[in-house]
Each structure stands twice: as structure tokens, then as C-alpha cells.
């Protein structure tokens, strides 16, 4: 791309003004693509753009400086920077060719003349500016870059980036990090930031990272790097924030994430109204699989590695989608999760007229699945589920909510449930191996979700089990405290993962 360069003084502004820009030819083999960084597509055309204004009086718009020759390098200040929010500009709300400024935190567009970056420069005195997709510092108005060791850690906080070994070596010791403010956080078992209705989204995330293998996968951007799905690139920046152990504050806010959700699920699922958290997970794993397989959903993807199982289920004959033949009707579903049905709430009180809280093992409710017990509904007719696949990762959802055309109510039955070694082969005939043994059916619980409250109402937490400590902590939004193992299996249980055992 041919540029015109012409030298001459900063206060020459006729000159300036007299320089003819070319226009960018679309197809210009000159224009090189910029890496893809914080999901943002570059192009180093963006740059250019700023710089045609600047390069007929400004000889340093292409210089770069290092960090003992820049004046304003100590005026950045860290505490004010926070990379978690959407990237656009706060004066035109445009996403394209933004800058961060280093000291107050806000975003801008461009650094050139007339932009809302360059003029934050001249009117507030901040200096040293961020682009954001790429990580480059530069000096405003003097429109040079500034290259300085001293700046590696923002660069990093804006993009994390984990190796191989790093990844290998998350679960194999305990870890803690400090933050600027000197408070300690567990990376990786992080608060994250209620933006106001956001809870059923936070304790679905915290979830999902409990998935090793899963997380494992969004850690390294470079096991998607040819997927173009914005939520899937939104969920590995949120993966590799959560575990950043060199980040400037001990919690995360998946602001960034919530507007791909609310973009790629048609406002479904948004910040400002509360959502069902089976309704959210359901969508979000499907999603995501769906993304990474581009649209081939019968394909496999780390989503179906880690939580896909099989159903076995028989329909009656004259019944269901078998109501036309003399014989039942087999068919083996693929399952992500399973529904457990609680048995009806009491509605008498007892002597000393306090309501009965009842409780049921979870062996009982699982029962649901041994191939014998007979189901009957409606629309689908009477069906018997039996277990074929187990997955690696076993995701359960009780059945608390019961919605009528009135109201919605809440069952407040207890499931008795342990956490550790559910042993499934004590209530369910488990699928056999090629010798005919049954194969590995032992599970320990890795994350407890629950709603406390009222049905419509109440608020939503999960416990997690860090595995590196063998110690539970529960989280609500920002808040993460220790909590005894006791106290998870007597929560109102919602949402269940599981992890296989090997052996």
C-alpha cells in the first residue's frame, strides 16, 4: 500500500492539511492480517488509518521508545485497569480500533487527531494508551510506541496465555496469588461479578470449569483457534481470566461472556432477568458443541468427550411414538444430563405444627433409571431408561421446580446424597465391559449447585470441591468462604457434577 511521507514540524497544520490520503484498496495484498487476540479480529490497516493524518508532521508516529525515555511511563496506574468489560469506546460505543488508557481505565477510539483517544490525551493529561487487540502501549500525544519490560504484566492481565506444562501442572499442587490490593485468591476458584441478575450464570460457570478436561481444552486458544463462534472465543478468555495467577484483582466479571451469551441465545438468557440454571447449562453445553463442530452435532467435540452418556429407552407398544405398533420401540438417546423426579412434598404438619421437611437418598430417585420402573407421560406414553454409556463426568439435575398454569412452587425435599464414591451400581444395572465385568461406576461430586428461597425468588450457590486442598468452599457471586462437606449434603441440592473415578 503506497503511503505518503512527508516530514515536517508538529505545529505545521497546513501541511497536514494538504497531504492527500490514498484511498485502501479492498483486495491491497499489503494489508496484513493481525492474529486474532482477546477474540477480536485485527488488521493492521486500523493502525494505518490513525497514522495517515499523522505522518506529514509527525516523524515519531512510526518510533518507538523504550520505557527509561518515555516521561509518563510512571503515571500508569494498575488499580484503575480492568480488561473484564466489553471493548469499546466510551464516548461513540464503536468496538473498532479501541485504545485503553492506562490510567483511568477507559476505553477509547483511535490515537490520531480528532479521535476520542487523542483528545482524552490533550484534556485529562493521560498519556499512555493500550490497544487493546494486540497489547501495544503508546505515548499520546506524541504518538510513539513505548517498549518496556515493565509493561508485560498488563499485557498479560489483557490476554492470559498458559503452556502445555503449565496446564499439566494446575491440579498438582495447592496455589495461591496475591492481587494489587494484597488480598490472596485460589486462581482458578475466583468471585465473579453479579452484574445484577446474573447469579444462575456465575454458578453454572463455576461449574463448568470444575470439568479438568474442558478447562484444559479453553486454557489453550490454540485448540480453537479455526472456530469463529464469538461465544466460544468469549468462553476461553473467561477460562484463562478465572485462572490467571498473575491478575491485578482476586475476582472476575463475565461481562464480555454475558454479551456473547445474550447475542448467540436471541436475549434468552441476559444480565438483568434471572434464568433457570439447568435452562442455561443445557443451552451453553449444546452451544458450545455445536460451535466447535460447526454445526455437525454428531460429531465429537471435548464437550461430548467429557459429558456425554446414553440412554436405552423402551416405549411401550400403543403408546408414545409406539402407539401404531404391536411391539415396543427401543431407541438409545445420547444425554448430557438426567432429570431426577422427587417424590411429592407432604402437606401436613406435624404436632408441633412445623412443616415437615422430607428427604430422600439419592439412591432411590436414581432408581428412575434401572430399565424396570414404568414412566408414564401424556405426550411420550410409557417408557422405561436404562443407563448404556456412562459418562466421564455425570451432570444430574433434581427436579425441584414444579411450574402449573398459576404459579410456579418449590419442593423442599432433602436428597441424602454422599461426596464422595456414589456408587451407581448400588441402585442401577451398570454397562458391562468387553469381558463382561461391570465397568467403573464410582463417583465423587465436584460441584453442588443450590437454590435457597422461595420458588421465583431466593438466590443460587454452589459448592466446590478444590480438589488440590480435599476442601470444599461455597461460592455466592463475590463471596467465597470454606464450608464443611457436612453442610453440602444437607443443601437443597439443584445441579450436580460428578467426576468418574478411575479404577
Given at each position: 500500500m ?19 490520503e ?25 493502525d ?15 518510533s ?29 460505543l ?81 496455589s ?100 433457570d ?77 412445623k ?5 430422600v ?5 436414581l ?8 414412566h ?9 431408561f ?54 467403573p ?13 422461595k ?49
Open positions: 503506497k503511503r505518503a511521507r512527508e516530514e515536517g514540524d508538529a505545529g505545521n497544520g497546513r501541511q497536514a492539511e494538504a497531504v492527500k490514498e484511498p485502501i484498496a479492498k483486495d491491497d495484498p499489503t494489508v496484513k492480517q493481525e492474529p486474532v487476540a482477546n477474540g477480536v479480529q485485527g488488521n493492521t490497516a486500523d494505518d488509518e490513525d497514522d495517515k493524518p499523522l505522518l506529514a508532521n509527525y516523524k515519531m508516529s512510526r518507538s521508545k523504550k520505557g527509561s525515555e518515555c516521561p509518563y511511563l510512571d503515571t500508569i496506574s494498575r488499580q484503575n485497569l480492568d480488561f473484564d468489560f466489553e471493548k469499546c469506546c466510551s464516548v461513540t464503536s468496538k473498532n480500533n479501541v485504545y485503553a488508557c492506562l490510567v483511568c481505565g477507559k476505553y477509547f477510539q483511535g490515537r490520531g487527531p480528532n479521535t476520542q483517544a487523542y483528545t482524552h490525551a490533550l484534556e485529562g493529561g493521560h498519556h499512555m494508551f493500550m490497544k487493546v487487540d494486540n497489547g501495544k502501549v503508546y505515548c499520546l500525544p506524541d504518538m510513539y510506541e513505548v517498549v518496556d519490560r515493565s509493561l508485560a504484566d498488563i499485557k498479560y492481565v489483557l490476554n492470559p496465555t498458559f503452556t502445555v506444562e503449565e496446564v499439566a501442572k494446575l491440579d498438582s499442587g495447592v495461591w496469588a496475591r492481587a494489587l490490593d494484597g488480598s490472596e485468591y485460589m486462581p482458578g476458584l475466583v468471585g465473579l461479578n453479579n452484574m445484577k441478575n446474573n447469579d444462575y450464570a456465575n454458578v453454572v460457570l463455576q461449574a463448568l470449569v470444575r470439568v479438568h478436561p474442558l478447562r484444559d481444552f479453553f486454557l489453550r486458544p490454540e485448540n480453537y483457534a479455526d472456530c469463529n463462534s464469538l461465544l466460544v472465543q468469549r468462553f476461553g478468555e473467561f477460562v484463562r481470566k478465572m485462572w490467571n495467577p498473575r491478575a491485578f484483582k482476586g475476582q472476575v466479571s463475565p461481562h464480555e461472556l454475558m454479551q456473547a451469551v445474550m447475542s448467540a441465545s436471541g436475549k434468552k438468557f441476559i444480565i438483568d432477568r434471572q434464568s440454571p439447568v435452562d442455561f447449562l443445557s443451552w451453553m453445553v449444546n452451544t458450545l458443541h455445536n460451535d466447535l463442530t460447526g454445526g455437525k452435532r454428531k460429531r465429537r467435540s471435548v464437550v461430548t468427550d467429557c459429558l456425554q452418556g446414553e440412554l436405552e429407552v423402551v416405549t411401550e407398544a400403543g403408546t408414545g411414538k409406539a402407539r401404531d405398533s404391536a411391539e415396543p420401540v427401543t431407541d438409545h438417546v445420547p444425554f448430557l444430563m438426567l432429570g431426577l423426579d422427587l417424590p411429592p412434598a407432604p402437606l401436613f404438619k406435624d404436632a408441633l405444627e412443616v415437615i421437611i422430607p428427604q437418598p439419592i439412591f432411590d430417585i432408581k428412575k433409571f434401572n430399565g424396570e420402573i414404568m408414564e407421560d401424556i405426550k411420550a406414553g410409557r417408557r422405561r436404562r443407563i448404556t454409556r456412562l459418562p466421564r463426568f455425570l451432570v444430574l439435575h433434581v427436579k425441584r421446580f414444579l411450574r402449573n398454569q398459576f404459579f410456579v412452587e418449590k419442593n423442599p425435599t432433602i436428597v441424602n446424597f454422599p461426596v464422595k464414591n456414589l456408587d451407581l451400581a448400588a441402585c442401577i444395572p451398570v454397562p458391562q465391559g468387553k469381558g463382561g465385568s461391570p465397568l461406576a464410582k463417583y465423587d461430586l465436584v460441584a453442588n449447585l443450590v437454590h435457597e428461597g420458588a421465583g425468588e431466593g438466590v443460587y450457590k454452589v459448592h466446590i470441591h478444590r480438589k488440590v486442598e480435599d476442601i470444599w468452599y461455597e461460592v455466592q457471586d463475590l463471596r467465597v468462604t470454606e464450608v464443611l462437606p457436612q453442610m453440602v449434603a444437607l443443601s437443597e441440592t439443584y445441579m450436580q457434577v460428578y467426576e468418574r473415578k478411575a479404577g
